[in-house]
């Protein structure tokens, strides 16, 4: 089994990803978001490249539904929801249909679409990730969305934590250089990945934004057993045991 890793949603563009197994990490915030929100029982998640299309689908939308996401991490005007996984509660989302647009996670997701299964990918779910690939039995790319196209410390790092599982319950994988990279990166700051990854561009805009509460949730490292699945447009859970 193939394990690949590419560095940014943009990179993606030209890659294929028939038959495989692809994994979206934007841990600050998009994915970890999504998570949130399927783990606190929203129905669906419908993400949208532009806030034009988000507002276009909500408005043909005629279940309970939330229009979610950002724009250089400032709430969306007109929006009900930010992208902070902290605003994404049980009491807000539950039953509900969530439209999202973010600055990178979403692009990274439509790129990846011709993809066998698309999981959402972060540090809370992380091990769950792992086993889930590891049950598909499949070539594995994980994609990091990367901040405006360059590169970043959070995704890549988290890649390398979902590489560090796969490695430690599977002897016959074959990492790409990106992705023994990544590995490394995780397994060289792990003891102190907060400090590591508080040297990020993204990292240090968020907490200009004063979203350290946020930041803090999305360094969490397996709080959820959750791998919620990318399929039709739709983004909705799947669950695994404990």
């Known amino acids: 089994m193939k394990v690949d890793a590419i560095a ?19 841990v600050l915030r998009a994915t970890t978001t999504m998570i949130q929100a399927c783990n606190n029982n ?6 949208c490249l532009s806030i034009a299309k988000a507002k276009d689908i909500a408005a043909k939308i005629t279940d309970e539904k939330l229009l979610g996401g950002e724009r250089k991490g400032i709430k969306i ?16 989302v539950k039953n509900k249909h969530i439209i999202i647009t973010t ?16 999981y959402i990918g972060a540090f809370i779910n992380a091990k ?3 086993h889930k690939l590891l049950e598909e039995n499949k070539d ?13 410390l959070e995704d890549i790092s988290c890649a390398g934590l979902i590489i560090h599982y796969l490695t430690m319950q599977a002897a016959d994988l074959f990492l790409t250089d990106l992705a023994i990279a990544a590995h490394s990166l995780y397994t060289s700051n792990s003891q102190n990945l907060k400090d590591w990854i508080s040297q990020a561009t993204h990292y240090q ?14 360094l969490t490292i397996n709080k959820y057993h959750i791998v919620p699945e990318y399929k039709n447009g739709l983004i909705r859970n799947k669950s695994l045991p404990s």
Do not use: R
């Open 8 to 26: 940014t949603a943009s990179n993606a563009k030209n890659h294929s990803f028939i038959n495989k197994n692809i994994v979206i990490v934007d």
């Open 42 to 47: 929203c129905s669906n998640i419908t993400p």
């Open 77 to 92: 005007k007109g929006f009900n929801l930010s992208n902070s996984p902290l605003e994404y509660t049980s009491e807000k």
């Open 103 to 118: 600055t990178n996670g979403t692009k990274a997701l439509h790129y990846a679409s011709p993809a066998h299964h698309i």
């Open 128 to 130: 769950s990730v792992a």
């Open 140 to 152: 594995i790319v994980i994609i990091c969305a990367g901040t405006d196209g360059k590169f970043s």
């Open 205 to 218: 805009t968020l907490t200009n934004l004063g979203l350290q509460k946020d930041i803090e949730f999305c």
